[in-house]
């Protein structure tokens, strides 16, 4: 059974940091794309960050560009997303995904399949 546990999220301050974790178990992601999307309260979830195997690194919001940074460590099954220099309209449930193809990680995700259950990320004005 493939599970994706993210770890990380919490109640900050504008300007503030945040570092997401997703491990992953049941499988072996280690030759596949992982990434994250949000949803926030009363939007549709939105792609934010992706991570292929081999190190390259897509990121499809420009308002996250030069604040969120996404890695790796292959050898743990593990995804992170660092947030800095956090804003209220960060505001929303961050999930994991693991799996499909790199184009895959666009939109809101319809084409993939493991996904984790979510952690709150709250940025307060």
């Known amino acids: 059974q493939v599970q994706l546990i993210e770890s990380g999220g919490g109640l900050v301050q504008t300007g503030e940091s945040l570092r997401l974790s997703c491990a992953a178990s049941g499988m072996s992601f280690k030759t596949s794309p992982m990434g994250w999307f949000r949803q926030a309260p009363g939007k549709e979830r939105e792609f934010v960050a992706a991570s292929n195997w081999y190190g390259d690194l897509r990121s499809n919001l420009h308002s996250v560009r030069g604040r969120f940074t996404i890695s790796r460590d292959n050898a743990r099954n593990t995804v992170f997303l660092q947030m800095n220099s956090l804003k209220p309209e960060d505001t929303a449930v961050y999930y994991c995904?693991?799996?499909?193809?790199?184009?895959?990680?666009?939109?809101?995700?319809?084409?993939?399949?493991?996904w984790g259950t979510g952690t709150l990320v709250t940025v307060s004005s």
């Open positions: 995904a693991a799996g499909g193809t790199y184009d895959d990680y666009s939109g809101s995700g319809v084409g993939l399949n493991y």
